[in-house]
Nanobody, 115 residues
Framework: QVQLVESGGGLVQTGGSLRLSCAASGSIVSNSRMGWYRQAPAKQRELVAVITSGGITNYADSVKGRFTISRDNAKNTVYLQMNSLKPEDTAVYYC?????????WGQGTQVTVSS
């Protein structure tokens, strides 16, 4: 069974940085498309960044140039480096794995950016 555990969220001031981590069970990180999504209060969950098994990355326009997704296959971990954070980045961030035509989700980690 796929398990995803996020960590690294917290409270940060505008302009600050955080690095989120997503530890996955098994070796799914290297074999699946991994992504980060976020959901702000009263808003729908939205894509933040994805990385394919081939290493191709894609970002939401709102985070391009500020966020970087990466993975460490040996550690079965995916990261999201977030720089120049803005109050509108405040949300619960979820790790996602798309594998075998199924979506798997972590429990989420809260990121709060104060103005």
């Amino acid at each position: 069974q796929v398990q995803l555990v996020e960590s690294g969220g917290g409270l940060v001031q505008t302009g600050g940085s955080l690095r989120l981590s997503c530890a996955a069970s098994g070796s799914i990180v290297s074999n699946s498309r991994m992504g980060w999504y976020r959901q702000a209060p009263a808003k729908q969950r939205e894509l933040v960044a994805v990385i394919t098994s081939g290493g191709i990355t894609n970002y939401a326009d709102s985070v391009k140039g500020r966020f970087t997704i990466s993975r460490d296959n040996a550690k079965n971990t995916v990261y999201l480096q977030m720089n120049s954070l803005k109050p509108e980045d405040t949300a619960v961030y979820y790790c996602n794995s798309y594998l075998g035509y199924r979506d798997y989700w972590g429990q989420g980690t809260q990121v709060t950016v104060s103005s």
